[in-house]
């Protein structure tokens, strides 16, 4: 069983280097997306990979786990100070899973849960048909001001004292502006519901104090990992304690079995790199570096939701562009410009086909890029997409794109 991966997987190894060129030579601006620093690939290819760990540390029903206790109680440990929280949980797989999780502990069949629309910008493990909320709760969701394409809480109060939800979810993952968590807070009070924000995209900004805290304010709140946060695939649940047992049961016997060791040793990497004060820099150039794409972008003709951003992702509006989010998504590919297809608020068109585009700029920022930088790619995607029928230009691009990427390897 020895030898290297080249040696005893050839077809594996070229793979990955195939994704390793595509990484480097082309621009991820997709907002869920970003680079893992070396550590914490290395901590998640480490010899913790080995070990079956089910259980919490002291609790385990395997002998042999004197040192995968060590490293899940450092993370926790770390979690809580980075996070300001009473517990946390740093087993759960993913994102959904710790939503997942969240409803298994709070909530029977049949309770009404209510969470941002799909079109509004919300998630699919908010209660999107297909979802599992959606096939055991009742799903009611609330969606955006047409005019400002922001929350309305007036609007969402009223829906809430008509649904009397058990839940309320706040979070999105497309919402380019600041959630204020005291108002949604508020109205979970009114109704006597709990309260889950879930901050997978923006856990990094609100680490680094650029966007509201929920933590103070929602009864759980469950993040990844891997966005702005930029460390592993991973998911978190952060809790208040009388809801610790509760959730850590949910998350174990309850949807899942042994957790994935080496994932919890990257986690406390990127823990720890969060917690750094160049880490807040970081985060802080991520926004400057969304403004000036949104704002090139308005300068070229395009409409953005909301008219901006205050985080790290821009969704712009192609319906009076002759241009559907896919076909844009696929040309700007094409010239090595990564980004996804997105609903709009009160999308006319399916998700699979809808009419806008994602734009986010945590990896970029991530290799080293700014705001001179967001403003010739805002400019490219413009000229891409007022082009379409363009293979000439958009090869022309592209090779653009990988000059500019040689410039801010990866790694």
Not at 65 to 77: Q, S
Not at 217 to 245: E, H, N
Not at 347 to 372: H, Q, Y
Request: hydrophobic share 40%; charged share 25%; proline share 5%.
């Amino acid at each position: 069983m020895s030898g290297s991966l080249e040696k005893i997987d050839p077809e594996v190894k070229e793979i990955l280097h195939k994704e390793f060129v595509r990484q480097q030579n082309n621009l991820t601006l997709i907002a869920s997306e970003n680079y893992a620093s070396r550590a914490v690939l290395e901590a998640e290819g480490s010899v913790l990979i080995n070990k079956y760990a089910e259980g919490y540390p002291k609790r385990r029903y395997y002998q042999g786990c004197r040192f995968v206790d060590e490293i899940e109680e450092l993370a926790i440990r770390r979690a809580k100070a980075l996070f300001r929280c009473e517990h946390v949980n740093v087993q759960v797989h993913s994102g959904t899973q710790a939503n997942m999780a969240v409803y298994q502990a709070l909530l029977k069949p049949g309770d009404t849960i209510l969470s941002l629309s799909l079109s509004g910008g919300g998630h699919l493990s908010h209660g999107s048909e297909g979802s599992f909320p959606y096939k055991y709760h009742r799903i009611v969701n609330y969606g955006l001001d047409r005019v400002s394409e922001r929350f309305d809480y007036e609007e969402i109060r009223k829906i809430a004292k008509e649904c009397h939800p058990r839940l309320i979810i706040v979070g999105a993952s497309a919402y380019p502006r600041a959630i204020d968590f005291l108002a949604w807070r508020k109205i979970a009070d009114e109704v006597g519901a709990y309260l889950l924000a879930d901050v997978a995209h923006i856990i990094g900004l609100i680490v680094a104090g650029l966007h509201p805290d929920p933590v103070p304010y929602a009864d759980v709140v469950t993040a990844t990992t891997q966005k702005t946060l930029r460390g592993p695939r991973g998911g978190l649940i952060l809790c208040r304690q009388k809801y610790a047992s509760a959730i850590d049961k949910a998350v174990f016997p309850g949807i899942q079995g042994g957790p994935f060791m080496h994932v919890i040793a990257a986690k406390a990497v990127c823990f720890k790199e969060a917690s750094q004060p160049e880490f807040k820099s970081y985060q802080r150039q991520i926004i400057s570096n969304a403004k000036a794409l949104a704002e090139v972008l308005k300068e070229e003709g395009f409409r953005l939701v909301s008219g901006g951003t205050d985080n790290h992702l821009v969704v712009v509006d192609l319906s009076n562009k002759g241009i559907t989010g896919d076909r844009a998504a696929a040309i700007l590919e094409e010239a090595g410009i990564v980004v996804n297809k997105n609903s709009i608020p009160f999308d006319k068109r399916p998700p699979f086909s809808p009419s806008g585009i994602r734009l986010g700029t945590p990896a970029v920022t991530t290799r080293g890029m700014k705001e001179a930088e967001m403003r010739t790619i805002g400019k490219w995607i413009s000229r891409i997409l007022y082009n379409p029928q363009d293979r000439l230009l958009r090869k022309k691009i592209k090779g653009k794109v990988k000059e500019l990427c040689q410039k801010f390897p990866i790694y």
